[in-house]
Each structure stands twice: as C-alpha cells, then as structure tokens.
C-alpha cells in the first residue's frame, strides 16, 4: 500500500509465491495502437505484416495472461491451494486473471448466463475502472495516461478459448464484439463509470437501462448463442505455445458445409465442420463479413434441423406400438 515492496518470505513460511509481470497501462495501450495501425495499412506486404504484427507484442499480451490464469487454475484443480492474486491495484491485471480462471475451471460460467454474472461480477462490481480506461475509442491517438485496452486483452483471450474449444461455451464471437463496442459507447449504462459507489452516486441503475437485461431478451439472446454448444463439465486447459495464439481476426474464407449432416453433430459435436468465424475484432472494418454470416446461419439451420430429427425420433421411440383392431394396426 505505501510502496515498500513485499514481505519476506519467511513470514508466510506455507505460502508459495509466484511472480508474473503482467503489463498494464501505457505499455499495453501502445501495444494494441502498433498493431491497430499494421491492420490498418492495406500496402504492407506478408513478411512486413508479420513483422509488424510481431513488433506489437499484442499476442505477447495475451499468451501471458493466459498462461498466468492457467496457473492460477492449475494451482485451485491440481494442488488443492487456495490462491491469492494480487495486482498493483487489484482492477486491472487482478480481475484478468481472476476472471480466465473461472472460465477455465468453471462450466457454469461458459454459459451465456454465467458469463454475464462473471463480467458483472469480477469486473463491474470488483471496481474495474471503465470510465478512464475506456475514455475514447480504443485505437484513438489521444493517448490519456489512464487509458489501456485491459477489459479487450480479456475479450481477446475468451476468443482464443472460444477457438480452441468451439463447443464448450455458450456463446459466440458475436457476443465478444457487442460486449467490446458496449464498453467503449454504449446506449446502456453497464460499463458506465469506475465504481460501484460511482454509480451509485450517479443513480446509473435508476437512470439507465442493462445491457444484460436487452441481451437476454428472446428475440435478442439467439443472436449470441454458440450453435454448436454442448455442456462440458470439465476443466479446459488452453495451449498457450506460441503456434497456438492466434490474431482475433476471423477466418480468410467461409467453412465447407457438408450438405449432410455428419453423425457426431446429433451428439452437438461438428469436429469436421468448425464453426465459422465472423471478420473478428482487428479486421472488422476491413473485410467484408456476408459471406462468413451466411455459413454462420447455413449452420444454425442445420443444427436446428438435426436437433428437431431427434427429437421427432425420440417421440416415435416413446409411443406405443399399435394393437390389432385398431385402425392404424390393420
């Protein structure tokens, strides 16, 4: 709190501590601008692009989140320790890695619900400071000192899980991009302010509508679902190898759907067939998105069709065989 640095060890002889550098602030927002402004510039050639994708260090960023809430995780499911994270202030970093653990550790959290719950909690009341980091538009050149794309560095790991596992969460891409333009201009009052007292001194609830509330409507809440969703209760464990982090950028051209449904979709599986991805964040006003939107509704209409197959089956399954005499036996 004053500065002083930390305790020595031998005051917590049963602690372990595990120290990872996680940055935050200045050196996060320039890194984010360096790679807006690479996928800005249409005449760079492939070597330069990944030069300059590289010289960002953006991908950096989030491998070492991951990996630190991966380790968090591994210390709560493998040690059976309970964990202790400690940021500089406790409303940046902290939250971050709090927050992957618990997708990573918790299936209840990977549904759209509880996701929902998990930012309300872990970043909205924890005190996640959303009026001065998200200031202005992410990539604006009005460079304010409490400006950092934290909340997007989070955004863009739940991405990588989302690829890595396609079926075990709830929700899709389209979420991440709402959730993303919502915190930096919003016509609801979610993200508004730094604080719960801020907002309560505001009367933001009384004043202002939830997002939550309007994503959950019926006729919105199909928007963001995963189609290809199935409960997994287990832990899910992410690659963190170099190979394995990938630009949020979408995929180059639209999935091969196969005009048959194959056998592993009745399971909720589509293991030949990954779910289509939209342009994604960096690359959104770059490439045009129909035809990524197209196979991304081909596959809802294929899932829905084979979920309403079996359910049709399962109904005839369960009637009665019919009796002699009747009409429908003779």
Known sequence: MSGGGTEPKSCYPQWRRLHRALDRGRPLQESFIRLVEACSDPSLSMDRWLARLDSSRWLGHVKAALSTACLAAQCLDREDCKVLVHGAEGTDTTLLVTALAQLILDPSCRSLEGFQALLQREWIEAGHPFHLRCARSAASHGRGKQEAPLFLLFLDCVWQLSRQFPFSLEFGEQLLLTLFDNAYASSFGTFLCSSEKE???????????SLWDWLNQPEERHKYLNPLYSHNPLVIWPSVEPQSIQLWQGEQDPPKIHPQLPAGLAQGKLQQHPAPSLP????????????????????????????????????????????????SGR
């Open 199 to 209: 907002r309560s001194l505001c009367r933001v609830k009384e004043s202002t509508h």
């Open 280 to 327: 994604g964040l960096f690359l959104r006003w770059i490439r045009p998105s129909q035809h990524l939107d197209e196979a991304w509704e081909e596959i809802q209409r294929l899932v829905e069709g084979n979920n309403s197959s079996i359910k049709e089956k399962r109904l005839s399954q369960s009637l009665p065989e019919p009796t002699a005499g009747t009409e």
